[in-house]
């Protein structure tokens, strides 16, 4: 197979990886045991009843991961725009997430939070975002980070969970639930590393399986942050077109979609497996394939590994890296970089 040849040929990895993001993602199970402080914390721990974090991209992924795993007994909100809902008030918890610092839909929510009166805190590398927390006494997190926010996820749910163990929104625990996980995450990254031949590496062989393809991700409810993290990883990593959903929703509209395209379009449906999943979910998932076949491509089921459902996420959003680089390295694109969204950025001005 020629796209399993170039992906086991480390002369033309190094060539369209020239920034080494293969040797990045295997290291990112190191971030959900970094020691991260937090600056300027809270003199005291008000009552928290509703949390909001502000944040885009690869600086809210942490959030709806955090989302799926803690179900938290007060209202959480991710928003990814500029405007803060009508209800935060003073006892809304707001945290400003931004990597870079100079997000300008986080720093709109980030004035808006202010304005309400509602308890910011913020997440950031550095930037206004950063500069405002500052000046204004609010408690952060500074993130040492040199690579692509996306990459950084595990190291922003750290900081995230931190901060609302400050604020009393977590227990402590949460901390080494999470920290637990880094020499299980870093022996599973193993295998999926390039040394690794493709015929013993599941992350490349699902990647030539997608090459050429539009990645259909599915899920159920419950994990779905997972669904969306492989989309996310699918964009920016391969520069390649992909979609997500998660079950039971899919069976109420884009399950009826597929009734009308014929199994030859380049799909690539991959259903991401849960030992916790729902037995509904269960359910839906298998008549789906069933009542599908011959009008969609067959799915690939991918089985998270793990004991819990937060080792499944994490385990799932590192190999959602790996398969997106390979894909990336397949297509000869250059992984690490997002050149459209830096020009995007210059053009809005």
């Known amino acids: 197979m020629v796209s399993m040849d170039i992906l086991d040929n480390p002369n033309v990895v190094a060539q369209r990886d020239p920034e080494h993001t293969t040797d990045v993602i295997a290291r990112e199970w190191e971030q959900v045991a970094l020691e991260q402080s937090i600056e300027q914390g809270p003199s005291d721990t008000p009552e928290i009843t509703r949390l909001v974090v502000a944040g885009m991209g690869g600086s809210a992924l942490a959030a709806d991961m955090a989302k799926d795993w803690l179900e938290l007994a007060i209202p959480f909100e991710v928003v990814k725009g500029y405007d803060l809902p009508a209800y935060v008030d003073s006892s809304t918890l707001v945290v400003a997430s931004s990597f870079s610092g100079n997000t300008e839909e986080t720093l709109s929510a980030l004035a808006q939070a202010q304005e309400k009166g509602a308890h910011v805190v913020a ?12 000046a204004a006494n609010l408690p952060y997190i500074q993130m040492v980070w040199e690579h692509q926010p996306r990459m950084g996820m595990f190291m922003n749910l750290n900081a ?23 020499p299980w995450l870093e022996a599973e990254t193993k295998q999926w590393v390039s040394e690794v031949p493709g015929e013993s590496n599941l992350a490349k062989q699902l990647a030539s399986w997608c090459a050429g393809k539009v990645p259909m991700i599915y899920s159920g409810s419950h994990i779905k942050s997972v669904a969306y993290k492989w989309k996310i990883s699918f964009n920016e990593n391969s ?12 069976n109420h509209n884009e399950f009826i979609g597929w009734a009308s395209h014929p199994v030859e379009k380049p799909f690539a449906v991959i259903d991401l497996r849960s030992s916790f999943d729902h037995p509904r979910i269960v359910k839906r998932f298998e008549t789906s394939d069933r009542l599908l076949s011959g009008l969609r491509p067959a799915a690939k089921t991918i089985e998270l590994r793990g004991d819990s459902r937060l080792a499944q996420m994490l385990w799932g959003a590192i190999l959602a890296d790996f398969v997106s680089v390979y894909l990336g390295i397949l297509n000869g694109v250059d992984p690490m970089k997002v050149e459209l969204v830096e020009r995007f950025k210059v053009e809005l001005g």
Do not use: T
Not at 160 to 182: D, H, N, P, T, W
Not at 239 to 250: Q, T
């Open 123 to 134: 997440i950031a590398k550095g930037g206004k975002l950063l500069d405002a927390a500052k």
């Open 160 to 182: 995230l969970i931190r901060l609302l163990v400050s604020y009393r929104v977590v227990a402590e625990e949460r901390i080494s639930e999470l920290a637990v996980l880094a």
């Open 239 to 250: 520069k390649n077109v992909a979609f997500w959903n998660e079950i039971p929703e899919f």
